[in-house]
């Protein structure tokens, strides 16, 4: 029996992706137009953002759990949350989520070990790349990580939430980010994680100065191994 994913999604584009990606790479391994069953609940993003800016990871675990709840009601066997930033409260939400989860950077840090990557860049929100999240997982696999200055970071968050969360994927935006991933380049970092889901639909593979870790589809990608009991997409 294939697994009916469950979406915990917080900002649209990365969600939208993610999604997209499940249901068109299902076919690779369940056959033309096929793919599991996928139910997506998401709050509005204001309700996260306020809670971001607060550093409360303790109501950010609830939204969490309470679409958890709800796709879990769907008839979801595990679930994933395409966003990066609020994996801070993941082990707030596992211990009392009524189904599985898969963890974003769990999937990344274990495709960066198949490419025997030594040390990654992480891009993301200022609160992503200043978290534990990453390096965390990443040293688990032996994996050393760098982030960007702390003025490359603010840049890049205003980026994120003024111009990537509204769908606005400006060719200025793109060179910049590609300029940041050639710096990591020079401080000995042999790939780079797009560690907020709305960076795959900005900076491509064919002008990054580095190999990159896109965790939208990485994550889309082990849901679907989850899924369907398949271990290759």
């Not at 309700?47 to 958890?68: H, K, P, T, V």
């Not at 840049?155 to 980010?177: M, Q």
Request: aromatic content about 8%; charged content about 20%; overall charge neutral.
């Amino acid at each position: 029996m294939t697994k009916h994913i469950g979406i915990v999604a917080c900002s649209a584009e990365g969600a939208a992706l993610c999604y997209r990606t499940i249901c068109i790479e299902g076919a690779n391994s369940m056959g033309r137009y096929a793919h599991p069953e996928v139910t997506m609940h998401t709050f509005p993003l204001n309700q996260y953002i306020r809670y971001f800016e607060a550093g409360d990871w303790e109501n950010i675990a609830s939204l969490m759990l309470s679409s958890a709840a709800k796709v879990a009601k769907a008839g979801a066997d595990f679930a994933i949350c395409p966003d990066n930033t609020i994996h801070q409260a993941f082990d707030l939400v596992v211990k009392k989520s009524p189904i599985p989860w898969l963890h974003i950077a769990e999937e990344v840090a274990a495709e960066a070990k198949r490419q025997n990557y030594k040390c990654v860049g992480v891009l993301g929100t200022r609160f992503l790349m200043e978290s534990p999240v990453y390096p965390t997982k990443l040293a688990a696999m032996g994996i050393e990580h760098r982030i960007p200055a702390a003025k490359d970071r603010e840049h890049i968050n205003e980026i994120i939430f003024n111009e990537l969360l509204y769908g606005c994927f400006s060719s200025e935006a793109r060179a910049y980010f590609n300029e940041v991933i050639g710096r990591l380049k020079n401080k000995g970092c042999d790939a780079v994680v797009l560690g907020c889901t709305e960076i795959p639909l900005l900076v491509t593979q064919e002008s990054s100065p580095l190999p990159m870790l896109d965790s939208t589809r990485l994550l889309a990608r082990a849901a679907l191994k989850e899924a369907t009991g398949t271990t290759s997409q």
